[in-house]
Structure formats: C-alpha cells, structure tokens
C-alpha cells in the first residue's frame, strides 16, 4: 500500500491565488514537472515499502 501522495498542482491557494500566478510561464520548475509526469515510475512504486505513518 502506497502512502504518497499526488500532488494538486491545479489547486488555488491562498497567497498567492494559483501556481500559475506565483511562477513566470517560462520558469524552470513548471518544464522539470512536465517531465516528472512523463516518467514510468511503474518500476520504483513496485519497490517501495512503505512504513512509518502516513503523510497529510
């Protein structure tokens, strides 16, 4: 059982109103995540044990 948890990158904050306020549109971050949704992680979630408590 898998204990991660995905993030809502679509979710409005509070400060500031959204993601896509907070970051220029050509900012690092937002290509390193459209890589990280294009990996096959199939192979490390068959590996992970989960232990400890669950994250909030």
Do not use: C
């Amino acid at each position: 059982m898998r204990k991660f948890i995905t993030p809502e990158r679509n979710k409005e904050h509070l400060m500031p109103a959204s993601i896509d306020e907070w970051l220029p549109e050509k900012h690092l971050a937002r290509f390193v995540v459209e890589i990280l949704e294009q990996l096959d992680l199939s192979a490390i979630y068959k590996e992970y044990k989960p232990s400890g408590t669950a994250a909030l």
